[in-house]
């Protein structure tokens, strides 16, 4: 479950960046949109790091070193 929640974040980071990119193409810079979707995207990528780190730190994610 906690995997998915991460694989689902990162695609909502994705589908985020080329959101803002198409608005950047189509409006030109004129709209707000840009900046939105760069809100939206850094507020994920909060998130997602977030969880990554509440999960280390819980034991439910482990880091695996190389020898």
Same mark, same amino acid.
């Given at each position: 479950?906690?995997?998915?929640?991460?694989?689902?974040?990162?695609?909502?980071?994705?589908?985020?960046?080329?959101?803002?990119?198409?608005?950047?193409?189509?409006?030109?810079?004129?709209?707000?949109?840009?900046?939105?979707?760069?809100?939206?995207?850094?507020?994920?990528?909060?998130?997602?790091?977030?969880?990554?780190?509440?999960?280390?730190?819980?034991?439910?994610?482990?880091?695996? +070193?190389? +020898?």
């Amino acid at each position: 479950m906690l995997k998915a929640l991460i694989i689902f974040l990162m695609l909502a980071v994705i589908v985020s960046l080329f959101s803002g990119l198409y608005f950047l193409i189509r409006d030109g810079g004129k709209t707000n949109r840009v900046v939105n979707s760069l809100a939206i995207r850094v507020t994920l990528s909060v998130l997602l790091l977030a969880v990554i780190l509440i999960s280390l730190w819980q034991g439910s994610l482990t880091l695996h +070193p190389t +020898p």
